[in-house]
């Protein structure tokens, strides 16, 4: 094994970790009950249907990425690679910024569900909010509102020490990261298997209703803005496609293996996120605490007359999270570097960055990127946890965080399939009808997506203002909009001002210095023909055709066996090796 690139098996299996998350469960407290637990607030049985859409829409996105590894050179970056190739500088540079800004967003996310998550449930004995009555807490000194800020300090260190693992070196990093897989998935495991203990019980026992019918009857609701709440909640979960294929460099055969290890990934973890929901729905009687991964144990101790399960069960559950999110960390630092390394070659930022050391790392970039973290983690964090500590108010929701990296995922998505959608129409690409029609109403799907985040910012800009009651109590929604459009406003001025006022006086620099620097870095950007796949594809017909002739005896024709033969030498001959 080379241990200097990720075989198709490593890379399903890392992938596979960095896309699925059992911390999906923390939205099952509004989505699937709803808050308050009233049937106009919440979706039920319907999360079943609503997200197998989301895994096919997720896996038709990411069969786009399939399809462009076939025609477009291998090289870190992923969809910046296509899109600067079909597109052009400028639109390359914008989702490849896009992208880069949505991986802060998104280890923000992962830093708080870390830990945070596992110490602010009142139902928890690790709750860090205050005493609880006739219920044993380990914190008694009463953190209050300092929770936050203890916890989520205490989250990005450990992301820090995550993310610096990749800086032992590729070798060391894939048995630890390996380890930790192992242990998350350990945890993973036991979760499931409570779970699917009070599954069971739940609908073989007569004294109560089948919770699953239950939903369905009683507390399920759908609307078109319900739908558009629910899918863009739950797409998030999804994502991961479009940041761990960056690493083009570090793949062995990655023309072959990057496109089957998406297909693979998303089928899997489709069937991971869809298996997981049932199981809950059908295990609970009532409704979601704000972790039902800590109250699915509570719950099986009261049944089993073992209250000793729900300690252990914190445990454990504090531990999966810790792990689960530490592993995300070390593949961040991986991929970090990897986004930022084109843009280093490519003049964007300092070419300091994209410098590559002997494991095809770009070490510079993920220190700088390490840099970068840190700074989100302080502005999207710190400092609201510190105002919080300070009045007792959150600024804003954590929802303002999932939205920016689910909107950059939305992007990013529809430019990629764009692409699909050019080069099937210029005939560039194999493609069959099906697949071109699916690529339409994604498009059409995604832009209505886009549309109804923007539309449910503005009005809850407009409602949050126009009720001053409203306003007075929930001061952090108002914020919580605020911040979104705000952070979108300065991320395109940030991406204009990059190119223009940087970019572009280097790159017109360079070609009065020597056009061959700029021929050189445009080389990468250019289409490759699939003849690899398809040779290999007419291979296999002709091979399963004279299998079949052998078959059917020496009563027939040999002529077509001839040409069959004939052909299968002639492409065989001409078939080029899959890097």
């Known amino acids: 094994m080379n241990n200097k690139k990720f075989t198709l098996k490593e890379l399903v299996w890392y992938g596979f970790n960095y896309v699925s998350s059992i911390t999906f469960t923390l939205v099952f407290y509004t989505l699937i009950w709803g808050k308050s637990g009233s049937q106009s607030k919440n979706v039920g049985i319907n999360l079943i249907w609503i997200m197998a859409i989301v895994g096919v829409v997720a896996t038709a996105c990411a069969m786009c990425f399939a399809k462009l590894t076939k025609v477009h050179k291998v090289t870190n970056g992923g969809a910046y690679s296509y899109t600067r190739t079909q597109f052009g500088k400028f639109m390359g540079w914008a989702i490849l910024f896009l992208q880069y800004m949505s991986l802060p967003i998104s280890i923000v996310s992962q830093i708080i569900s870390m830990v945070s998550a596992n110490f602010v449930n009142p139902d928890s004995f690790l709750y860090v909010g205050g005493l ?26 450990i992301y820090i020490i995550a993310a610096a693992l990749i800086f032992l070196g590729l070798k060391k990093f894939k048995k630890l990261i390996n380890g930790v897989f192992y242990l998350k998935w350990i945890f993973t495991i036991v979760l499931v298997i409570g779970v699917s203990v009070l599954f069971f019980m739940n609908i073989s026992s007569p004294s109560e209703s089948n919770n699953i019918v239950n939903l369905a ?54 069937m991971f996120y869809l298996v997981t929901t049932i199981l809950f729905m059908g295990a609970f009687s009532q409704p979601f605490s704000s972790n039902p991964n800590i109250q699915a144990f509570t719950i099986l101790g009261i049944k089993l007359n073992a209250p000793w399960l729900e300690y252990i069960g914190v445990i454990f559950m504090l531990l999966a999270t810790i792990s689960l999110k530490f592993t995300a960390g070390m593949q961040n630092g991986l991929y970090s570097g990897a986004i930022l390394e084109p843009q280093a070659r490519e003049g964007f930022v300092s070419e300091k ?41 959150k600024p804003f929701s954590y929802s303002a965080i999932t939205g920016e990296a689910g909107i950059f995922m939305m992007f990013l998505y529809l430019i990629v399939v764009s692409i699909c959608i050019k080069l099937a129409w210029l005939k560039k690409i194999q493609f069959k009808k099906y697949e071109f029609a699916m690529w339409i109403l994604l498009i059409i799907f995604l832009l209505w997506q886009v549309y109804a985040f923007f539309a449910g910012v503005f009005d809850g800009i407009n409602g949050t203002i126009k009720h001053l009651p409203i306003y007075v109590k929930n001061d952090d929604q108002l914020a919580t909009y605020l911040i979104q459009l705000i952070y979108l406003l300065l991320t395109a001025i940030l991406l204009i001002s990059i190119y223009w006022l940087y970019y572009l006086p280097k790159y017109r620099a360079r070609l009065i210095k020597d056009k061959s620097i700029q021929a050189e870095l445009d080389s990468e950007f250019v289409m490759i023909d699939d003849w690899a796949f398809i040779s290999r594809s007419i291979e296999d017909k002709l091979d399963d055709y004279l299998l079949r002739v052998d078959k059917i005896g020496n009563n027939i024709d040999k002529t077509h066996r001839k040409v069959a033969s004939q052909l299968k030498k002639i492409v065989n001959e001409n078939e080029p090796e899959i890097k």
């Open 132 to 157: 609880k009555n006739n219920h044993f807490n380990l914190f008694e000194g009463y953190w209050g509102h300092w929770s936050s800020l203890i916890l989520d300090s205490f989250g990005i260190l």
């Open 217 to 270: 009857k009683h507390h399920s609701a759908i609307s078109v803005s319900l739908f558009a709440n629910v899918f863009a909640s739950t797409f998030f979960f999804f994502g991961g496609t479009e940041t761990y294929i960056t690493i083009g460099k570090n793949v062995e055969k990655p023309e072959k293996n990057i496109a089957r290890a998406i297909l693979i990934i998303m089928l899997i973890s489709t």
């Open 353 to 393: 960055l994209g410098k590559l050391d002997n494991d095809g790392i770009a070490m510079k970039a993920s220190k700088f990127n390490l840099l970068i973290t840190a700074a989100f983690a302080i502005i999207w964090l710190l400092i609201p946890d510190l105002i919080q500590g300070l009045t007792d108010k």
